[in-house]
């Protein structure tokens, strides 16, 4: 065999192999293309999986939103409704009482008694939703829960001593609602009057 046979056919090797080569090339490409369109695909479900959630994870917080501002909104409106049931009974009493006092011949005693189980009434409903009665006769004052209109000299009270409750106060779940108004006594000297607006301190 000649010599120029010889680098015919190693060129013809060459190009064999490279064929080869390239064909490899093109293979690994298409696998790698079907890789890339495999893992392309499984993102997009993942990201369609995420959407979906996160469109009934807001479709869930708007309801709830909405169902919290009804509740909202109805414990806003009838939150007296409880306290009026209770307090009904009371103004009935009142009214009964009212036209028995304009028949003629009322008798005074009846007119008491029923008074007296209407004021009942009206106490138990207080304290079926914590509303407390302030009553401070003779406990020392306390500017926190009463205001002093007067004070007294009172020789047999110690000095900032509640000598007289004007006018009750109350509180509703500890929370004072209204002061009770007081006199208060003092050592000596001549009687002081308060502004009703204010309190005295500890001091008589």
Not at 59 to 73: G, H, I, P
Not at 153 to 178: C, W
Request: proline share 3%.
């Amino acid at each position: 065999m000649s010599e120029k046979d010889n680098e015919t056919n190693k060129l013809e090797e060459q190009m064999a192999e490279q064929e080869e080569n390239l064909m490899d090339a093109e293979t690994d490409a298409a696998v790698q293309d079907d890789d890339m369109a495999a893992k392309l695909a499984q993102s997009e479900a993942r990201a369609q999986d995420n959407w979906e959630q996160l469109l009934r994870t807001k479709a869930e917080m708007d309801n709830l939103r909405r169902r919290t501002e009804r509740e909202l909104e109805n414990a806003h409106k009838y939150a007296l409704e409880r306290f009026s049931q209770e307090l009904l009974p009371v103004k009935d009493s009142l009214e009964m009482g009212v036209s028995v006092a304009r028949t003629e011949g009322a008798e005074l005693a009846n007119l008491l008694e029923g008074t007296e189980l209407t004021l009942k009434m009206l106490n138990t409903v207080m304290e079926k939703f914590a509303i407390k009665e302030i009553n401070p006769l003779d406990e020392p004052f306390d500017p926190e829960l009463h205001q002093a209109m007067s004070m007294l000299e009172s020789p047999d009270k110690a000095p900032n001593t509640v000598i007289n409750v004007m006018q009750k106060g109350y509180t509703l779940n500890d929370r004072l609602i209204r002061p009770a108004m007081v006199v208060v006594s003092k050592a000596g000297g001549n009687e002081t009057t308060q502004d009703s607006g204010t309190n005295v301190d500890g001091q008589a």
